[in-house]
Every structure is written in structure tokens, then in C-alpha cells.
């Protein structure tokens, strides 16, 4: 086998970026919301309002660090993976279907179990519109503005090749993952509506973890496409915001369970190496 030639850029200098882009927007926020800092009301109103631009964080650093060691024909080939759509129908089923099964059963198991299920987040911005309707335009909007534009191109466009260069798949999710829930810590001290954030942080850190490994298994079985991870990452938002389950105790010790046991099969299946068989 042809090793393949050692990606150009520095993993580390990246998280730093992106950590500090996004916590610099971040952190004062997040200190005054806690009685630490006073912040004027106009930079408070754009810190706390939609406009604060720290989730942009890893696109920021994934970008910069492209431009600067691979010059443009590396931010094209990276924006290129973006629309990767060629994926196969299997991996389509996998990154649409995936998630709303895997956190909305322990939500079902709840619900059996006689646990008082309170009503979602999207139901409650639905405000009475036909929730079908909502739902997809939920879905648009979370793709665009909730989270997976702003950082799939660093996680997994950037981070994740590099971190494999030095761990082999398993490794790099689980290290990928207590990454990727350390970014948003200071996130735990300013006051939110998702369910995740408004939890014991324990949960936060193992949910993205074991999440993250199955983003490295996608990305790594569908040719390092970043489309496909944009997808999955617009799917794990959106079941959480029609699917209350991290709000509800026994849907969420069934969701761990049931992502670990998830995990362990295709760890076994596919192989902690590259989580990827060598024929497909």
C-alpha cells in the first residue's frame, strides 16, 4: 500500500484558532450573564443576540489554516467536499435516519416507561403553524445558521484528517469529541433553551463523544465528504428540537445505552483502525 503524503497544516494551531475566535465572543457573555463583568448594553444586545458570530469559530480556523498552508487550490478543494453529494444512497439512509431513530426510541422508551414527556422546543416555536411545513424550514435553517455550516468544515474538513494522522479512528473521535464539547463550555454559563446545554455538563461530554465517533465512521465511508457530515450534524440539531429526550431522565440514560451499544457494533464491524473495512 502507497502511504499517503502527511496533510499540510497544524492541528493544534487550528484548535486554537477556533477556540479562541469563538470564545472571544463567548466568554465575556458568558461572565456577565454570571455577575462577573458589566457589559455595555449594545455590546451585551450583540453578544446574546443572533448577530454574535462565535460559532463561526471553526470555519474561521479551518479556512485560515487552508489558505495559509495550501493556498487556494486547498480552500477550493475544501469547499469542494462540501458538496460532495455523490455519497451513495446507503450512507443518505445513514446520515437522514440515523440520529431521529437513535434519540427518538429512548424518547419512545420513556414515554412507555410512564415518564411525563414535555413538549419540544420546535413544537413550542412552531407557534400553532403546520408543523410538517416547519419542520423543513427547522431544517434549512438549522443547516445555514444552527451550527453545521459554521463548523463541519473545521471539525471534520479539517481537524479530523490531521487527528488522524496521529490516532487511528476510534481515538481520533473520542479525542475529536472532548474537543469538540470543551468548545462549547462557556456555553453552560449563558442561559439557553437546548435541552443539552441545561444538563449536567458529564452529559454534554459524553453525548458528543460518542456522537463524534460516528462522525468520523460517516466521514471516513463516504470519501471525506463534508456534505455528509453537514447532514448528519443538521440532523442531530433538528431531532433535538422536535425530539425532547435529553429533557427527560429515562430517554437519556436509554439514548447512552443505546449509542454505545451502537458504537461497539461498528467498532467491531468496521474496525477501530479506520472504522472504514478496507474493501468498500
Sequence with gaps: MVKEAKMKGNVWLFFLIAFGFSWLFWMPLALAEQGFLRLPDGVYQFLSGSSNPAAYGPLVAAFLMTAIYEGWSGVKALLKRGLDFKIGWKWYLVVFLMLPLLIGLPLLGAQ?????????????????????????????????????????????????????????????????????????????????????YNRPAWGMFLTTTLVTILFTWIYNNTNRSVFATLIFHTMFNWTNFFFPTFETDIGGLLFFGLAIVLVGVIVWQFGPERLKREDT
Design 112 to 196: 412507555m416507561a410512564g415518564e411525563t414527556i414535555p413538549e419540544s422546543w420546535g413544537v413550542r416555536e412552531a407557534g400553532g403553524a403546520p408543523l410538517p411545513i416547519f419542520a423543513i424550514v427547522a431544517f434549512f435553517m438549522i443547516f445555514f445558521l444552527g451550527g453545521p455550516l459554521q463548523e463541519e468544515f473545521g471539525w471534520r474538513g479539517y481537524a479530523t484528517d490531521r487527528l488522524q494522522e496521529k490516532f487511528n479512528a476510534l481515538w481520533t473521535g473520542i479525542v475529536m469529541g472532548l474537543l469538540w464539547a470543551s468548545w462549547h463550555l462557556p456555553l453552560l454559563f449563558i442561559p439557553r433553551e437546548e435541552a443539552y
